[in-house]
């Protein structure tokens, strides 16, 4: 007579099963990490470009209520790759805020104050929301009954690359990663 012995069933994991379900979990948590990371950067990106932008539109707004022609010739630092804004470039003048100021010394302490704003915003020990190599320049293009005006700040960025919107602005003062942002504006002139 034979005797049958029952296997019992199986019961747990094989070691070959473990192994698997942890090379596929891993690829998937460092699936999730680089989003993450990739998500940290974009955040980081734009608050660059944030902060640039309301810097950018400040000096518009100081351009816009300082418009005679002397200040507007102050103003026209130009634009070139050693950006003349950043690095502790403009002297400051009188305080115009304390003190009662003519349409040159307004402009003059104006492009200073705007500087150390970029400097600041530059952040200690490069925050997240600081502008890291910052700089600046400011074109006025006299025209008949008007002033052209282009405003374009300029960092180091994050990541790759990043794009410089085809302004010669710091081109020598950054030279990778460069960021920009540029806005334009038409100024009627007023008498000083």
Not at 57 to 75: G, H, K, Q
Not at 81 to 91: D, E, M, S, V, W
Request: glycine share 8%; charged share 20%.
């Amino acid at each position: 007579m034979m005797i049958h012995t029952r296997i019992p069933a199986q019961r747990g994991f094989t070691l070959l099963e473990v192994l698997v379900a942890m090379v596929v979990l891993s690829l998937g948590a460092m699936g999730v990490m680089g989003l993450v990371l990739h998500a940290q950067q974009a955040n980081e990106q734009a608050l660059q470009r944030g902060r640039a932008t309301l810097l950018v539109n400040d000096m518009l707004e100081r351009l816009r209520a300082n418009t005679t022609r002397e200040a507007m010739s102050v103003y026209n630092v130009g634009e070139s790759a050693h950006a003349p804004i950043g690095g502790q470039q403009q002297q400051r003048g009188g305080d115009c805020r304390q003190a009662l100021c003519d349409s040159q010394a307004l402009a003059r302490f104006d492009l200073a104050d705007w500087e150390q704003q970029i400097m600041q915003a530059q952040g200690e020990h490069h925050r997240l929301d600081g502008l890291p190599q910052a700089h600046a320049c400011i074109t006025v293009m006299p025209r008949a009954q008007r002033f052209d005006v282009t405003v374009t700040l300029a960092w180091r960025g994050t990541g790759q690359g990043g794009s410089s919107e085809n302004t010669p602005c710091a081109s020598d003062d950054i030279t990778s990663a460069r960021q920009s942002v540029r806005a334009s504006s038409r100024y009627h002139p007023v008498r000083g």
